[in-house]
């Protein structure tokens, strides 16, 4: 079965730092999503990207946030200036054009720890 | 008013016990509905979609009523392996297709 697969599981940085999330999506999905879950609080929604452009995005998507499809088939998020309320468990998904089901599928996502 | 509200529990329950979850969600425009399935740490994973005349999957039932903009999951028969944390999902007409998660149901079942 296919999977959508994220890079590294667990990443531990300090306050300020830059990171890169990784994804790579399924690969003949049209629609790709992040989502985080910060310990113990509901999944929530932080971006969806298709054709090659942002389609939509959450207030906590903030300046501080990008995202990427550097080479058709990774996923990225970046996050500028960590901050310790960022840490979190980050969540990428991508589904087909299909309407009737959305085809979502989410990748085992990265635990994000922020100190 | 949270867009999507869920018991949190936990609902604690014997094995073979019948458990009910219900949910709400506040946008009438709402368009599709599902619920996920999430082990502790690990990603939301599709339970079942919900459909307006109600449907079963084995001894998982979902109802939808839109009048009341109420979901309800029945799992019959509850196996050790049902513990996990339910979470109700929406999606509406007209936006990119992002799922809006309710905080999740806490089902325990004991031996």
């Known amino acids: 079965e296919p999977e959508v697969t994220q890079t590294p599981s667990h990443q531990v940085t300090q306050m300020g730092q830059e990171v890169i999330l990784r994804c790579v999506p399924i690969s003949n999905h049209l629609y790709f999503y992040w989502y985080r879950q910060i310990l113990g609080q509901k999944v929530e929604f932080l971006v969806s990207f298709y054709n090659n452009e942002i389609s939509e995005k959450s207030e906590i998507f903030d300046d501080q946030f990008s995202v990427e499809r550097p080479d058709g088939s990774n996923f990225t998020l970046k996050i500028r200036s960590t901050k310790l309320e960022d840490s979190a468990m980050y969540f990428c998904?991508?589904?087909?054009?299909?309407?009737?089901?959305?085809?979502?599928?989410f990748g085992s996502g990265t635990r994000l720890t922020v100190v | 008013r949270k867009e999507v509200e869920q018991d949190p529990g936990p609902f604690n329950v014997p094995e073979g016990a019948t458990v009910a979850f219900n949910c709400t969600y506040s946008?009438?425009?709402?368009?599709?509905f599902f619920w996920y399935r999430q082990d502790c740490r690990k990603e939301p994973k599709l339970l079942m979609s919900?459909?307006?005349s109600g449907n079963e999957d084995g001894r998982f039932t979902a109802q939808l009523n839109r009048a009341s903009q109420y979901i309800s999951l029945l799992i019959r028969d509850s196996k050790l392996s049902d513990s996990a944390t339910y979470l109700c999902v929406v999606t509406w007409y007209g936006n990119t297709g992002k799922l809006i998660f309710g905080q999740g149901t806490t089902l325990q079942v004991k031996p």
């Open positions: 946008n009438s425009a709402s368009q599709s």
């Open positions: 998904a991508s589904r087909t054009g299909t309407q009737s089901n959305y085809g979502y599928t």
């Open positions: 919900v459909y307006s």
